[in-house]
């Protein structure tokens, strides 16, 4: 062993005493002073380390440590027993799923969103109320197995007491329609305007009584509205957390709804186009009106409950059909002329829509006749055979 | 029956004091020094080895074995450049330093032995403070907390021959002051 070997020797030992153990370096030690000295210094050297390494700490740092033992003992035991999961925690941690957290915060905002649009309140009043889907104007049908319908068209005196009653509302409906007033407008009207109307429905009865004719400013003011049939505004009432239907429209929505197949003629007139229905109501002078008015300008509408619409427009239900079905009976007169001209002719017809230029080139329609009858573009007169009886009315192809 | 630092830690941690006591007694001081030596404040070296001693028993879980006392003197080291870099006068630890050349010291056997152990400790003290910090801190780790080599590599979270560099380059430093001292001793006292 030479010095160099036993300079790295003593850098890396640890013990200095095992070190003097080894025979080699007990040879190279016997032999070279240096080496010797060096050794001795490494011991010096470590031993003053030693020294300084068991120099006492102050005293109070023993206290500090050996509380950091129990301290935080009594702590973890407290802590341990505050982190008892409770049931929110719990469910908060089921929660935690990823996907249920995206739907659950979806859904959430959603129904948020809902919630604003649909309790946001409607500020401007709605004077041109949006039509159903197509905006076409449409009418009320009226159910073919009406119960007053079928009384009004077998004519014969109500005998129960129910039949009396349908048949008083018929009278009272036709009587409040005649001076102008609008019995689908009466219908739809919230419970404030029912009640004036009511009393107006007493003065008619008690003027029609004492043969009086029931005129009155009210009347007049509803005649002069604008009236856009067909037309079905939702909004919500924020006093009763339901939609309500503007009343002009929502007689007309639950007609449709109610009885959608017993109409077709007021369907086609209100499908039809404006100067084409302005026609036939200029053709129909008596023709009462079908839809309900809506309020005059600068008039804010009145909303009423759609729950109270229902209710309210299944008790006028029987009303509305017949005053349909006399409409229907009046009908259009170029039906009556078509009518007519099928009858005298005893040309057999099959239900269903009537070709026009059939009967021209059959020799039964002149080109001035076929002009004059010939239906709107996408309609066509619709030939119904009921109880041996022929309706002709116009019907959406 | 001796046990071994790791034995006294587990049944420490399971709220036995008096190995808690043991542990103290074990590293509490070399823990001390160190941080004396290399701050030269009392009360922050005695803060930062309760801070040690907190530290190790609040993450007591993190200990999955090995060396107790390399884990104890590894948070020490951090804390320690932690308190360096709060207090703005050093960045991190140079990875390379640079080669110091050997000279031997060669001081006499009979210079040495006349040296007490009292002065032995003095000289190293101030050895130490002329010390530049990295020099200082391994030196601290080598010699006073008693780590090897292996144990200083896992330590400062270096290669095992970077920490030997790093140890033989101190005790360099440290030498070539110790020498000088020693000289200067020989002639105050005329040997």
Not at chain 1, 33 to 56: D, N, P, S, T, V
Not at chain 1, 382 to 392: F, S
Not at chain 2, 23 to 44: K, S
């Amino acid at each position: 062993m030479n010095c160099n070997e036993l300079k790295i020797l003593l850098s890396e030992c640890e013990s200095l005493a095992d070190l003097g153990q080894l025979p080699k370096v007990t040879t190279h030690l016997k032999d070279c002073a240096a080496c010797r000295a060096a050794l001795l210094y490494e011991g010096k050297l470590r031993q003053g380390f030693a020294g300084i390494a068991g120099e006492a700490a102050p005293p109070d740092l023993a206290a500090r440590i050996m509380a950091i033992q129990s301290e935080p003992a009594t702590e973890t035991a407290k802590s341990a027993e505050s982190t008892e999961p409770g049931w929110l925690d719990q469910l908060l941690r089921s929660l935690q799923g990823f996907p249920f957290k995206v739907a659950f915060a979806a859904g959430l905002t959603g129904f948020f969103a809902a919630f604003l649009i649909l309790r946001q309140p409607q500020l401007a009043p709605v004077n041109e109320p949006a039509t159903i889907a197509t905006r076409q104007k449409q009418t009320a049908p009226v159910p073919a197995k009406d119960e007053a319908f079928q009384l009004a068209k077998a004519g014969r005196e109500p005998t129960g007491s129910h039949e009396k009653t349908l048949l008083l509302e018929t009278t009272s409906a036709k009587k409040q329609r005649e001076p102008g007033g609008d019995s689908m407008q009466l219908a739809m009207a919230p419970k404030e305007e029912k009640a004036v109307v009511s009393a107006d429905d007493h003065k008619i009865a008690e003027s029609s009584e004492l043969g009086v004719a029931p005129g009155s400013e009210a009347e007049a003011d509803t005649s002069a509205e604008e009236q856009i049939p067909g037309a079905v505004t939702f909004a919500l009432d924020s006093s009763a957390d339901t939609f309500v239907a503007d009343k002009a429209a929502g007689a007309a929505a639950v007609s449709l709804a109610d009885q959608p197949a017993a109409s077709e003629p007021e369907m086609q007139l209100a499908m039809a186009p404006s100067p084409e229905r302005e026609t036939a109501k200029s053709v129909r002078p008596s023709a009462p009106a079908r839809f309900a008015a809506p309020p005059p300008v600068g008039e804010t509408h009145t909303r009423i409950s759609a729950s109270q619409i229902m209710s309210e427009s299944r008790s006028k239900k029987f009303e509305l059909s017949n005053e349909m079905f006399a409409e229907t009976e009046s009908s259009d007169p170029l039906a009556d002329e078509l009518r007519k001209l099928i009858e005298a002719n005893a040309i057999n017809l099959p239900e269903g829509f009537i070709s026009l230029d059939e009967l021209a080139m059959r020799g039964y329609l002149p080109a001035e006749k076929l002009r004059r009858l010939r239906p709107p573009t996408g309609s066509g007169w619709y030939l119904q055979k009921t109880a041996g009886q022929m309706r002709i009315f116009l019907k959406k192809r | 029956m001796k046990m071994t630092p790791e034995e006294l830690w587990k049944l420490a941690i399971r709220g036995d004091q008096p190995a808690w006591q043991k542990l103290y007694e074990l590293f509490g001081g070399p823990v001390y020094q160190f941080f004396l030596r290399n701050t030269r404040n009392v009360e922050m070296a005695a803060d930062k080895t309760q801070e040690v001693f907190l530290r190790i028993f609040k993450s007591r879980e993190a200990f999955g074995g090995g060396s107790l006392k390399s884990w104890i003197f590894r948070i020490a080291r951090n804390l320690l450049i932690d308190e360096w870099r709060r207090a703005g006068h050093r960045e991190v630890l140079s990875d390379n330093l640079p080669e110091i050349a050997d000279t031997a010291t060669g001081v006499e056997e009979e210079v040495i032995n006349a040296i007490e152990h009292a002065q032995m400790k003095e000289m190293i003290d101030e050895c130490l403070e002329l010390l530049d910090e990295d020099s200082r801190m391994t030196v601290c780790l080598v010699y006073l907390a008693g780590l090897s080599i292996p144990e200083l590599a896992s330590v400062m979270e270096m290669p095992l021959g970077t920490a030997k560099t790093r140890v033989r380059q101190a005790r360099l430093k440290l030498d070539a002051m110790l020498c000088e001292k020693m000289q200067i001793k020989r002639v105050e006292q005329g040997l």
